[in-house]
């Protein structure tokens, strides 16, 4: 065990033996700090109206304008779909913050934490695909004939969707069940304790990020050595806006929460026995911000749609 020196908190006592501290912490889990609670409605409230107003807009373009669903559309619809679940989410996220006894019941709140925390993922995977599916049509064109179809993005997506349902009923059993609770204020410590989990999120997140790292610079170099005069420079720079904005989103969002997810659960298992409070506030705002992609995703959405053939008026 690690020993750290006693201090007086806020919100709760933290005790000199480490294991003590941690269970001690679960019960301050559920007590966010005021400035925490009000960075993260500033947060929710403009990405709930602009995710709800941006993905609407993005699904009647792609249904009623385009109409033609190539791979990338297909993949946007996907992430459009997901973002939406998680915009379910934020309303009550909001209101837990408010009334803190507001009671969902606890098979409706664990869905709602569940679904808030896993579509993540799915985020992630379908921000992949975009990326990799670019790779291969422009740097291996001969083989993108038999890799890239349609069908097959709808097939990609589909096992995307239920492994991402699967993972939400299995993180229903990483909550708490036990005594009256409010939705998203008291996560079980097991998921902590969860090496595996933690490792395996870490891993899918950060072998993302590398691979789009990867095919977006090889596209980069690839369309600017190009030299084929046939190849319009505006659809050129269309699919640099695709990619460049795909990247950046993945990145800003979501590279803030998976290293305070690191750093926490190093804390919780007494690896770091510093800086408690500090990582548990950075883990919080951070989750929230991932939830920016929900209508940052609409400025790839719009590069895809543009770059999409429209139908003819024939």
């Not at 299995?170 to 909550?175: A, D, N, V």
């Not at 770091?272 to 990582?279: A, K, S, T, V």
């Amino acid at each position: 065990m690690y020993l750290m020196e006693t201090r007086q908190m806020e919100t709760c006592t933290l005790q000199s033996n480490c294991s003590t501290q941690n269970s001690t912490d679960e019960s301050c889990l559920s007590k966010i700090q005021p400035y925490v609670e009000l960075s993260q409605i500033i947060i929710y409230i403009p990405t709930f109206i602009l995710g709800l107003l941006l993905n609407g807009m993005a699904i009647w373009f792609a249904f009623y304008k385009i109409r033609q669903f190539t791979e990338p559309v297909i993949y946007m619809v996907s992430l459009i779909i997901l973002d939406t679940l998680v915009l379910f989410t934020l309303p009550f996220k909001i209101i837990s913050y408010q009334n803190k006894k507001w009671d969902l019941g606890h098979a409706f709140c664990s869905f709602l934490e569940s679904l808030y925390v896993v579509n993540m993922y799915g985020s992630i995977l379908i921000s992949l695909c975009v990326c990799v599916d670019r790779y291969v049509a422009i740097l291996h064109p001969f083989v993108a004939v038999s890799l890239r179809s349609p069908t097959k993005a709808v097939v990609t997506c589909g096992v995307i969707s239920a492994g991402i349902w699967a993972g939400t009923a299995c993180t229903l059993q990483l909550h708490k069940h036990d005594g009256p609770r409010s939705c998203f204020h008291n996560f079980s410590g097991s998921m902590w304790k969860n090496t595996a989990l933690i490792v395996i999120l870490e891993i899918a997140f950060f072998s993302c990020m590398t691979a789009m790292i990867f095919c977006t610079v090889q596209i980069m170099i690839c369309l600017y050595r190009s030299q084929r005069p046939k190849e319009s420079l505006t659809v050129r720079r269309k699919t640099v806006y695709i990619i460049m904005a795909n990247l950046a989103t993945f990145l800003i969002c979501f590279t803030p929460f998976h290293v305070a997810l690191v750093l926490y659960y190093l804390v919780k298992n007494c690896i770091l026995d510093n800086g408690q409070e500090i990582i548990r506030v950075f883990l919080q705002v951070t989750l929230c911000w991932a939830n920016f992609n929900c209508f940052l995703d609409a400025i790839c959405y719009y590069f895809v749609f543009m770059e999409s053939p429209k139908p003819s008026s024939a």
